[in-house]
T-cell receptor, first 113, second 112 residues
Framework: EAGVAQSPRYKIIEKRQSVAFWCNPI?????LYWYQQILGQGPKLLIQ????????DSQLPKDRFSAERLKGVDSTLKIQPAKLEDSAVYLC???????????FGSGTQLSVL | TQLLEQSPQFLSIQEGENLTVYCNSS?????LQWYRQEPGEGPVLLVT?????EVKKLKRLTFQFGDARKDSSLHITAAQPGDTGLYLC????????????FGAGTRLFVKA
């Protein structure tokens, strides 16, 4: 069974630039999550989708971050404009449903210079 | 706000030693999970505990959920270099919705 796919693996940008990350969840998984993991910290939930609807985006900095899951399958997370403090690993996870086991991708490591 | 505190933050031990790491909160959780994360990879679920006082074993790893469902511990017997990694606890909250929050993790290094 294919796991959660994320791209790119690494991205280096300058502050005020834009960046986008892509995630393809495990086939059939209705719930998709984007987490931000800053070095030395645990993952922090940014946004949670159930199919193509948003369940929780309370910790998403909406002035600069946006995410979509238009067809209820793959998802993109965008940062515009990026700040230095956005340097982190961005993890995508999926689960069968809202209470299912989470499967994580390998993440995208973002460095903002 | 529900928070999970993990201790210790770092642990470096010799192969063959035993260790225990802790996950504590002032809040009650519906369930609690333990994950292991290796460098450059996402967290991988090890176990989920649901019932207060529950004990689960996974080979040399023993997980316990506190009676009040506010804390948990992970005990590793005879640690091996392959156990090296970041151990994260995560809790599903009781405040509505199914939001999972993570602790900051315990980074374990087992020396051969």
């Amino acid at each position: 069974e294919a796991g959660v796919a994320q791209s790119p693996r690494y991205k280096i940008i300058e502050k005020r630039q834009s960046v986008a990350f892509w995630c393809n969840p495990i086939s059939g998984h209705a719930t998709l999550y984007w987490y931000q993991q800053i070095l030395g910290q645990g993952p922090k939930l940014l946004i949670q989708f159930q199919n193509n609807g948003v369940v929780d985006d309370s910790q998403l900095p909406k002035d600069r971050f946006s995410a979509e899951r238009l067809k209820g399958v793959d998802s993109t997370l965008k940062i515009q404009p990026a700040k230095l403090e956005d340097s982190a690993v961005y993890l995508c996870a999926s689960s069968l449903d809202l209470r299912g086991k989470l499967f994580f991708g390998s993440g995208t490591q973002l460095s903002v210079l | 706000t529900q928070l999970l505190e993990q201790s210790p933050q770092f642990l470096s031990i010799q192969e063959g030693e035993n260790l225990t790491v802790y996950c504590n909160s002032s809040s009650v959780f519906s369930s609690l999970q333990w994950y292991r994360q290796e460098p450059g990879e996402g967290p991988v679920l090890l176990v989920t505990v649901v019932t207060g006082g529950e004990v689960k074993k996974l080979k040399r790893l023993t997980f316990q959920f506190g009676d009040a469902r506010k804390d948990s511990s992970l005990h590793i017997t005879a640690a091996q270099p392959g156990d090296t990694g970041l151990y994260l606890c995560a809790g599903e909250g009781n405040t509505g919705g199914f939001k999972t929050i993570f602790g900051a993790g315990t980074r374990l290094f087992v020396k051969a």
